[in-house]
């Protein structure tokens, strides 16, 4: 089985401030993706960030960053100088055998 | 970048009808297109998988002769709500991907009301 989880509901950061979203994922795969989906008040999914499992590297997208540990299968998003514009839902999701998405967290960037 | 379309945006129809949603991709082939539905504040549901020419795959709990998936061209999937009721009422969402390990590109969504 597969599953995904962001333990945080709803985080708040402060503009220009860095914030952390935590992931947590288990798979039998021994290859699979791992993404982080921004659902802004539009309700459009955007792709912020895609991992490939075999790789080492973390991935890094302009102001978002991972930090992927494998055997701890941990996924969390790093967003760096956060702007308004952040605010959205945060999907982290995971594509094995099939695609998973976690419960989300709610990032709102105070002005 | 991939694009794909959803139409209609938002819909409202009486219960007992059917309304039919559309998902294209505009600029790419996608060999599987999968449809999700989105309660508010929550994550999204996979209802069903679906592979161009071939039946739809349906997620457990999800009712084939309720929600019909067809995707008849590696551009065009629709599902349609049969028999619509108030519980039907959601966002539902489509993406379609060229395989199964590569990203999925979303469509802007389909509210769905029924009164």
């Given at each position: 089985a597969q599953t995904v989880t962001q333990s945080q509901p709803e985080m708040s950061v402060q503009e220009a401030e860095t914030v952390t979203l935590s992931c947590t994922y288990d798979t039998s795969e021994s290859n699979y993706y791992l993404f982080w989906y921004k659902q802004p008040p539009s309700r459009q999914m955007i792709l912020v960030i895609r991992q490939e499992a075999y790789k080492q590297q973390n991935a890094t997208e302009n102001r978002f960053s991972v930090n992927f540990q494998k055997a701890a299968k941990s996924f969390s998003l790093k967003i760096s100088d956060s702007q308004l514009g952040d605010t959205a839902m945060y999907f982290c999701a995971l594509d094995g055998n099939q695609f998973y998405f976690g419960t989300g967290t709610s990032l709102t960037v105070i002005p | 970048g991939a694009v794909v379309s959803q139409h209609p945006s938002w819909v409202i129809c009486k219960s007992g009808t059917s309304v039919k949603i559309e998902c294209r991709s505009l600029d790419f082939q996608a060999t599987t297109m999968f449809w999700y539905r989105q309660f508010p504040k929550q994550s999204l549901m996979l209802m069903a998988t679906s592979n161009e020419g071939s039946k739809a795959t349906y997620e457990q709990g999800v009712e084939k002769d309720k929600f019909l998936i067809n995707h008849a061209s590696l551009t065009l999937s629709t599902l349609t709500v049969t028999?619509?009721?108030?519980?039907?009422s959601s966002f539902y969402i489509c993406s379609a991907a060229t395989s199964h390990y590569n990203e999925q590109f979303f469509g802007p969504g389909t509210r769905l009301t029924v009164l």
């Open positions: - | 028999s619509a009721h108030p519980e039907d």
